[in-house]
């Protein structure tokens, strides 16, 4: 092998950033277009691509990487489960999955319910679908603008015509109401609905937030036709907004609001693959053996790790942080020129930009080292590692000004790669406190 090539079993990289984007194009399926960048390594809310430059993660993987990347205490528990016991069929439990469901089921507020591991939201949100099966009902009621996945049975809860109609016929009876109205949504419901299907905040739609009250709603109007409530967190819970789950800032009408299905995955791994389709009360005993099944959901490495990401947002009181570094980043973006709007919760955000424009700004704060993503034509959506400090990102923000306007104005041109100037030794980042533990 060349000296300039080093061998991808010693940690390095083999070819170039042009070479290896060639090689990913004549391997790799084509459902994402070509990679924005080959990335090598990740420290903190810092990555590298492979020419070593330097990138901060305002995205997190998609609000994945919850503790950022290469997390001490992650690496730690991934290393020792590893080496303790990884995998095991699901004729056998072990003491990591049996306590992550316990622990789910408590951080949800429910007095009792049980698990189902997945390795995906998608797959959690096929667990769900196939359990409001079990009621002897067909119909769902869905919103307008939701994502819940892209294999089949999720995506025929999912709205978006472009993704759906390639595919159709797709299975279910689904109901489409817009999201945010309680009428609307309470109309949609009758005697043959199975469930109520719901964001408590829609991401991919454009960071919508709904009413105050509509959550609490679709409780009552689930309850009025004996319909269950699914809420799906799988953008939203394990600390994203700043509560273990976005419905936990409703409260019901005699006490803590409580869905019966609750979905999550993303950053419940902090970046390794882990989902759960939590059932909250009998509808925890709807599946019954046999009727579904998983091959990897569960396994003690996946429940070992997001143990370990439930016990740093606890124990470095992210949740906290998440709700005071929000509203400090929102007030940032409402500064920027450019900036139409902001909204969001805790630390998933959007920030509305001139129709059209989005995303040609990501692209140009990327070019400058920010990363970013457009999830409509006219929104872009920040949702950063939780441990992310604000000393980082106020270098970041005049790349996101210098993008947007560049963005609205057509230009061609991008900001300078000042952050990333050589800084490619994940040892000189300097540290945020929360990045200790």
Known sequence: MSSQRRSAHDGGVVGTAEGLTARYSGAVMNTFGPP?????????CYVWDTDGNRYLDLLAGIAVNALGHAHPAVVAATTRQAGRLGHVSNFFATEPQIHLAE??????????????????????NEAAFKLTRRTGRRGIVAAVGGFHGRTMGALALTS?????????????????????????????????????????????????????????????????????LWFDEVQTGIGRTGKWFGYQHEQGAEGPLLPDIVTVAKGL?????????????????????????TTFGGNPLAAAVA????????????????????????????????????RGRGLLIAADVAPGTAKAAAAVALDGGVIVNECTPDTLRLAPPLILHHHEVEPALPVLATAISMASAGGATHPSRGASNGEHDPGTIRRSPLEAT
Do not use: M
Not at 36 to 44: A, E, M, Q, Y
Not at 103 to 115: E, F, I, M, Q, S
């Open 103 to 124: 622990r789910l089921v408590a951080l949800t507020g429910a007095v009792d319910g049980r698990v189902f591991f997945t390795s995906s939201g998608a797959e959690a």
């Open 160 to 228: 978006n015509p472009a993704y759906r109609e390639p595919f159709e016929p797709l299975p279910g009876d689904v109901t489409w109401v817009p999201y945010g109205d309680a009428d609307a949504l309470r109309r949609g419901v009758d005697a043959d609905t199975a469930a109520i299907v719901l964001e408590p905040i829609q991401g991919e739609a454009g960071v919508v937030v709904p009413p105050a009250g509509y959550l609490g709603a679709a409780r009552r109007a689930a309850d009025e036709v004996g319909a269950l």
């Open 36 to 44: 924005k960048r080959v990335l090598s390594h990740g420290k903190g």
């Open 307 to 342: 143990l370990t990401v439930l016990d740093v947002i606890e124990s470095t009181r992210l949740l906290e942080h998440v709700i005071s570094l929000g509203e400090r980043l929102s007030e940032d973006l409402r500064a920027v020129a450019g900036v139409a709007g902001v």
């Open 269 to 293: 791994g902090a970046g390794f693959p882990v989902g759960a389709c939590i059932g909250l009360g009998a509808a925890g005993s709807l599946l019954l053996p046999g009727q579904h099944g």
